[in-house]
């Protein structure tokens, strides 16, 4: 997700990292590239204008030429910029007594009726009881495709085929929601076209007669500068409580949402990352603007994984990452644990500065390849898994065999684990700021080029020095940094 | 107003007039192509989708040409109309139809992007050409996609080849294909499921429906359309390379250009992948489908100024 903007503001704070200072004029350059970069995002060229000004404003105020990294400076200005923007956010449904109303509206295919069922599935998760209402009069087949739904889900569906009112279908619905035992009414409308006036009024029609407690708006994440537009028609005809972003697993930039959030004010929800019933995530502004800025989303990390391993493994796995002990038997513990649909490739997506490797894997297919690699590490002997080291080339090409695959995969999966393993070691037994802090860290090492080799990470010596020591060695260090200079000072005089 | 600030602000208006165009001295009224002005223009050429690229390239043709004089904005957009008339100027388009058989037309997108309707509205138009459709409900993943395909099937009148909910898409385009040879039919079109352009194995999925298609017809599919949603911004750049290399797209069908959006990322699409866009949806009939003109298109683009 995302990592098309990344990828073009990654190459804007390039420019501006390493140049030491932050004049007024390379930050001119480097603001540009951002507003071209969010251009291309899909951001209304109004937000953008509103945006720049902003942080620009904000950065002129602040005495940058003192910080220390100047283009770290900028990244936090246009990431709280962007935080503030799209935040805050409020997740809940706000259910409340005895029958909530949930309606959904948006453009024609924006997803309304696949995130009807998405949202059912979330609220089925916290216990509550759903049900769904087939408004959506128009387009065909529509209501087979809610009821299809419903089945899936195992929850109740409404619709009359009898009527072409929408508000008779939705109040009717409404009414049978209790005899159907359901606490939550899901509205699924039809899309429409913002500037049709005649379904604009049916819709807020709706809206005035049967009074949802919350009306969703739903966008496509692939809009354009469009976005704005039918934001604005709907915000008018409607009262909306929430927004949510659909289609945002594939390679959109998800622009859009800056715009619609600028124009509407309400909070973003959820956003829909896939095409399972599953893939509808709450919206987290922090990781979006992080994500952006290329900074990604350690705590979304966090979330996720504490999601899927369960806490005592998670401990035992956490220590034998701190004692450097992870062996591959781990590493295909972990793969098989990501290895559901989609979830691989979100969290390499969430690591920061990552965006190359997820479109690595990408080509490689990331789902598929995660039953070959453990198909590989199953062809291993347990010392193998433990020390990789030991594979030599007639080892591999053994392993190669058992595993049905080329030899070529077999090194590719012992790189892989190379580079994973310090950076789960680095990052285990860390608070998320300290988490931060070392990806950072990784980041400045040019580690997180996709490629680029791993670093080692740095283990105990097995000697501690005494604070006395190590001023004495401080000493040392300073001074023989000062004679460096000392003598290159003179060899420039001389030269 | 003292006799200096007079002074001052005489010179001013001469120093106005000075540094004006010879050309557009004697114009009534006029705007200076300033930095300002240019700025308009930027913001007018960005809200039509065509991205910063494109956009940066005309506003600095328009600074190259008009910078320093008084105009009127008129005169700016027809040159950019006659820029962007140009950048997307393209042979005619008329569906390549097989000399003999059946042709095949596979229709192709991302999720919502308006395929089903698209290929109602196309068998319409073949329908009125007087042409037999065989249409082939190759979406079966996408809930009651096959329902909504035949309910149109029903009003416009034409035949459809169905499959059960999940089942292989490759086998219903195999039986479309078979049917439309069986009964000489003229045009068989097969609808996909919506699948975003980085989802590696679907997009496979597209090119093993190709495969089983030509094995039946050598020379087909004949055209492979994407449809593209007009409201979808920069990210319909990245939709025509996916499905061009998977599919090997043949042209666009521009959907819901009824709305407020413009649909200006086909000059990107054009400029890059030298897609043409064949169709244009502008409306929610079956009879909704025009042949895509340059000239209308650009005229829309810019119909507000």
Known sequence: MFESLNDGLTAAFKTLRGKGKLTEANMRDGLALVERSLLEADVSYQVVQDFMAAVGEKAMGQKVMLALDPSEHLVGIVRDELVEILGPVDPSFDLRGDVTTLMLCGLQGSGKTTSCGKLARLLLNSKARPMLVAADLQRPAAIDQLHVLGEQLGIPVYSDRETKDPVKVCQDAVRRARDEGADVVILDTAGRLAIDQELMDELSRIDKRVGPDQCFLVVDGMTGQDAVNSAQAFNEALELDGVIMTKLDGDARGGALLSVKHVTGVPIKFIGTGEQLEALEPFRPEGMAERILGLGDILGLVHTAQQIVDEKEQQELQQRMEEGSFSLEDFKGVLTKFSQPGLMKKMVGLMPGMGGLTDMMDQADADGDVKRLVGIVDSMTPDERRRPKLIDASRRSRIARGAGVEMGQVTDLIKQFNTMAPIMQSMAGKGPLARMQAVKELQHSGMLDPGAQAPRVKKGTGKRMSPRQRAQAKKQRDKALRRQRRSLRGRNAGG | ?305
């Open chain 2, 1 to 305: 107003m003292g006799l200096f600030d007079r002074i001052k602000r005489g010179l001013e208006k001469t120093a106005t007039v000075l540094s004006t165009d010879i050309r557009d001295l004697f114009k009534a009224e006029g705007r200076l192509v300033d930095d300002a002005f240019l700025g308009e223009i930027f913001a007018i050429l960005v809200k039509t989708d065509m991205g910063g690229g494109p956009a940066t390239e005309i506003r600095d043709q328009i600074r190259t040409e008009f910078r320093g004089r008084v105009i009127q904005m008129s005169d700016a957009f027809a040159v950019i109309k006659r820029k962007v008339g140009e950048l997307l100027a393209q042979p005619p388009q008329p569906l390549r139809f097989a000399e003999t058989g059946p042709t095949v037309i596979m229709v192709v997108g991302v999720n919502g992007s308006g395929k089903t309707t698209s290929i109602a509205k196309l068998a319409t138009l073949c329908k009125n050409q007087r042409k037999s459709v065989v249409l082939g409900a190759a979406d079966t993943f996408r809930a009651a996609a096959v329902e909504q395909l035949t309910v149109w099937s029903q009003r416009i009148g034409v035949d459809i080849v169905t499959g059960a909910a999940n089942s292989d898409p490759a086998s219903v385009a195999h039986r479309a294909v078979a049917k439309a040879v069986e009964e000489n039919a003229d045009v068989c079109i097969i609808d996909t499921a919506g699948r975003l352009q980085t989802q590696v194995n679907l997009m496979r999925e597209l090119e093993k429906i190709q495969r089983v298609v030509r094995a039946q017809i050598p020379t087909a599919p004949h055209e492979v359309l994407l449809v593209l949603d007009a409201t979808a911004g920069q990210n319909g750049v990245s939709q025509a390379r996916g499905f061009s290399d998977a599919a090997g797209c043949t042209g666009i069908v521009l959907a819901k250009l009824d709305g407020t959006a413009k649909g200006g990322v086909v000059i990107p699409i054009r400029q890059q992948f030298d897609l043409p866009v064949v169709f244009v949806g502008v409306g929610e009939q079956p009879d909704d489908l025009v042949v895509f003109d340059v000239e209308p298109f650009v005229d829309a683009l810019f119909a507000e100024v």
